[in-house]
């Protein structure tokens, strides 16, 4: 059975510009998605599935992300809860991927999730908080996620394109991996060929525990 192959169109209307739809529209089987010469803005993470390829044109091929926009946190939150208080105005919209730590919980102890609302400085998340958060401790929400990421997935593969980030030398998430440009997490047969990352606010390809990588 041959290779089923999707051409990615960019939508500006998509928080992925196109690319994860085009994810989502291959077979069960999965398949390779090409994405052409270009500059393709992502507001959240490009989620792949066992089988996927995502393939583009060299470096005229660029993923990119906005500067980082970090707000504290007004109220403790509670582990679980899925509404957060932030301080200020809130620069965040509907679709966007964030992440949320303090100083005790970072790395694994963060989460990181889609804005799902906003109603004046009262934020609706589409996951649960992993940990708590406190204000003594400086928590806060950062629009920042992964480029790319995978978890425990089989047989994905990247090749023939860079991820620009912003630099961002102030933010804490220099140190947490979880923000890397690419992310897989126990993947298995994992194959990145010809992937540049510049700029980004985190480490760039992240592989963490997993397989023929």
């Not at 169109?9 to 085009?22: C, R, Y």
């Not at 679980?80 to 301080?87: A, C, E, Q, T, V």
């Not at 708590?132 to 920042?144: M, P």
Request: glycine share 10%; with cysteine; net charge positive.
């Amino acid at each position: 059975m041959m290779n089923e192959v999707i051409t990615a169109s960019l939508n500006k209307d998509s928080a992925t510009s196109g690319i994860q739809e085009a994810i989502d529209a291959l077979g069960e089987r999965g398949g390779s998605v090409r994405i052409p010469a270009g500059k393709w803005r992502l507001r959240q993470s490009i989620v792949l599935r066992s089988g996927i390829s995502l393939i583009g044109d060299g470096t005229a091929t660029e993923l990119t992300i906005a500067a980082p926009r970090a707000r504290f946190l007004i109220r403790d939150a509670r582990k679980g809860s899925r509404s957060i208080y932030l301080r200020g105005r809130v620069p965040f919209v509907a679709d966007d991927g964030v992440g949320l730590n303090d100083r005790p919980r970072q790395w694994w102890d963060g989460t990181h999730a889609l804005v799902k609302s906003v109603k004046g400085n009262l934020v609706r998340l589409s996951e649960p908080l992993n940990r708590g958060l406190r204000v003594k401790e400086g928590a806060q929400i950062v629009s920042l996620f992964p480029g790319i990421t995978a978890v425990r997935r089989d047989e994905v593969s990247l090749r023939d394109l860079t991820l620009r980030g912003s630099r961002d030398p102030k933010g804490r998430w220099w140190q947490d991996f979880t923000y890397s440009a690419v992310h897989t997490v126990h993947c298995r047969g994992v194959r990145i060929q010809n992937v540049a990352v510049i700029d980004w606010p985190s480490d760039g390809i992240s592989v963490q525990g997993g397989s023929d990588v």
